[in-house]
């Protein structure tokens, strides 16, 4: 019974979402794929400089 509950009531706050629409949507993708992006990016480099550095270091 708790289940049956829980289900219409995540159905009742479903209801309230408002969806973004199609150009909103396409500027969240937007962000969210240039940001991975840009984290991707920086997070490479500073691994290959901290690689770098370690190979001076012990070499």
């Known amino acids: 019974m708790k289940l049956v509950s829980f289900?219409?009531?995540?159905?009742?706050?479903?209801k309230k979402v408002t969806w973004p629409k199609g150009?909103?949507?396409?500027?969240?993708?937007?962000?969210?794929i240039s940001?991975?992006?840009?984290?991707?990016?920086?997070?490479?480099?500073?691994?290959f400089?901290?690689?770098q550095l370690l190979n001076v270091l012990f070499e």
């Open 35 to 47: 940001t991975v992006a840009f984290v991707t990016v920086f997070f490479t480099v500073i691994d």
């Open 23 to 32: 150009r909103e949507l396409t500027r969240y993708t937007i962000i969210v």
């Open 7 to 14: 289900l219409k009531n995540v159905n009742r706050e479903m």
């Open 49 to 51: 400089g901290i690689t």
